[in-house]
């Protein structure tokens, strides 16, 4: 069949909407109409620098939407079911069976190259190859080809186009606070950077009960959100020592918990050196491959902890209808973090993203 997607042909382009074909589904995938996807930072970054056959590529990987056909192997999922998508996973590997498939031994290939482990694509232009399994999904676009495993069943308690984020940025916040840290009621945290992962660990902090949160982050525009949202407490690092300001907040011992939501060097650095021992610092920024930080050793010698979280360390299936559940009581109202923009106008929520402008723009695409 047919269908339209943003294609990106260059670094820096403008995507163009165009007409691709999509193959037939193998076995274990699934066809979806899709009604929503967020715009994330991974994506702007590929637009940004793609790497060497890279292009012409879709992208987009906070996809919402509706299921319109099976392969021929699929159980789980039947056409007409309302599904959130999120990252790919074998199921296979020693950390897929041990519950933790976010460290999938194929997670590289099943996200990051666009195409299927096979080097195959599931979308074609004009007989030719466009790469359209990026996180297994490529969802901005009409229609995705996605698997079984990267399509989590919803009910219809919140609006379908809203729900895409919950599949990365939105999980990948939240789920630094709720599935790593796991802070105690009443504890204290800083969290750096107050753009959609940094807000959504804000609203996870407030779901935690912690007592003290604090926001960074140099757009006061953010900080003034980030107090709208639950934060005690925000911090200019444009104005002050980030880490001096937090251990003043604190009452001199400095914060219990940390979440790094920038990854350059010096927030890295801060977000460790703010905290109080023990204290954690959960870094889920990405600033590309390789990132070189410097950070005193004597911080993790007298019981400060630095640790890597990617996806939120979370399980989809089982997170994503937590965060619905959260949001349906109102204690998770990652709403607030959103503003929609219709799919022809993808070229203008990309520029809004970049602009800060929007916190956590999400196409919709309509009937």
Known sequence: MKSTAAVLESANAPLVLEEVEISPLAPREVLVRVVGCGVCHTDLGVIAAPGEGQTPIVLGHEGSGIVEQVGSEVTSLSPGDRVVLSYNSCGRCDNCAGGIPQHCRDFMALNLTGSRVDGTSPLSRNGEAVLGAWFGQSSWARHAVVTERNAIKVDD??????????????????????????PAPGSSIAIFGAGSVGLAALLAAKVADCGTIVAVDIQESRLAKAIELGATHTVNPSELDAAEAIRAITGGLGAQYSVDCIGFPNVVRSALECLQTPGICATVGFQGIPNEITIDHGQLLFGKSLIGVIEGDAVPSEFIPRMIELHKTGRFPFDKLIDTFEFADINKAIDAAHRGDAIKAVLTFGN
């Open 157 to 182: 308690g919140v609006p379908l186009e809203l729900l895409g984020p919950l599949g990365c940025g939105i999980q990948t916040g939240a789920g630094a606070v709720l599935n790593t840290l796991k």
